[in-house]
């Protein structure tokens, strides 16, 4: 049954102006309460989404252990901020040329259950329980914060904060970056906000709208893991885009791939055109940042230049070296 309602519904679907094609996700459950099928054919139809287009997907145990799990980290997630347990890891961006630490990107980590926790573990629960303007707040407010910090000891640097999709749904962010910014006395170009391909893609009328406000608020915007999505370029032409992180996808497979090379001299020729600076992501080795220098990408991340670490780490280690 479910096979043919995903068939009939791939039929095309001839309209005045034009013939509309859609695909359908089925979620199947068997259970004896009408409520408890309904919430379980619904997490399967999101399991069955995940997989790709036109598919099915039966609730089953592995299903109902995650959906309990997520549960749980979203019921623990909401008292995260007051008991202390979330802390903003660092990890330095540095001019190809020079090795200079130039900019900081802020990195949420979550202390639970005694295991630090990366965001790709909760941030997706964060932003599906609407926790994420919580949290994203908390983040922006600590790194802007740590800056003052920083540049109070010596370093000379700016701040990079990641934000997600949903926060630029909200055109309230620009008036929150804007308090925070003034509270510590910083100014709007010594602060990056990172975006990903997505944004470009989901929602584009929003999320410019917001964008533009940002920048002419001086607030830097960078377009993270650029190459792996499908943002056109009249999108990313059309938004005040400043940074173009290439994603460390194409920067591992130097001295592989050439392909991969000539992929990033096009990306970075392509940015130049659209007076956009790039930033190579996922640097782990001196032939990969050789490559990148010679490549023309005036900046780069990655582990050869430093793992993310909390603010005390930079503070010691600039304090060595000076």
């Given at each position: ?5 995903i ?48 598919r ?55 202390n ?6 990366t ?19 908390w ?8 800056l ?35 509270t510590?006395g ?17 929602d ?12 002419a ?15 056109s ?35 970075t ?16 080795t ?37």
């Amino acid at each position: 049954m479910a096979r043919r309602i995903i068939e009939r519904l791939s039929e095309p679907f001839p309209l005045s102006a034009a013939t509309a094609y859609v695909s359908a996700s089925v979620g199947i459950a068997d259970a004896e309460r009408l409520h408890d099928a309904i919430r379980e054919a619904d997490t399967a139809m999101y399991h069955a989404k995940s997989l790709g287009a036109s598919r099915y997907a039966f609730f089953d145990e592995s299903l109902r252990a995650r959906a309990t799990s997520a549960i749980e980290t979203a019921t623990a997630l909401r008292g995260a901020i007051r008991r202390g347990e979330l802390e903003v890891y660092y990890q330095p961006i540095v001019a190809t040329k020079s090795r200079k630490t130039v900019v900081y990107e802020a990195l949420v980590r979550w202390n639970w259950q005694g295991r630090v926790r990366t965001p790709n573990e909760f941030i997706p629960i964060a932003e599906s329980t609407n926790l994420i303007e919580e949290i994203g707040e908390w983040v922006l407010r600590t790194a802007i914060s740590d800056l003052v910090t920083l540049r109070a000891n010596g370093q000379d640097v700016t701040m990079s904060v990641n934000v997600s999709p949903m926060q630029l749904r909200d055109d309230s962010l620009p008036g929150i970056v804007q308090r925070v910014l003034d509270t510590f006395g910083v100014a709007g170009a010594d602060l990056a906000l990172e975006i990903t391909e997505s944004v470009l893609i989901d929602d584009v009328g929003a999320a410019k709208t917001v964008l533009d406000r940002l920048a002419a608020m001086g607030v830097l915007i960078v377009l993270d893991d650029f190459g792996i999505g499908y943002s056109s370029l009249n999108r990313l032409r059309k938004m005040p885009i400043a940074l173009l992180k290439i994603d460390k996808s194409f920067v591992h497979e130097i001295g592989v791939s050439d392909s991969d090379v000539q992929l990033i001299r096009a990306i970075t020729a392509m940015a130049s055109a659209l007076s956009v600076t790039t930033v190579a992501e996922g640097v782990e080795t001196e032939e990969q940042a050789a490559i990148i220098e010679q490549l023309d990408c005036r900046f780069a991340q990655g582990y050869l230049y430093g793992r993310p670490a909390p603010i005390a780490h930079w503070l010691l280690e600039s304090a060595q070296q000076r």
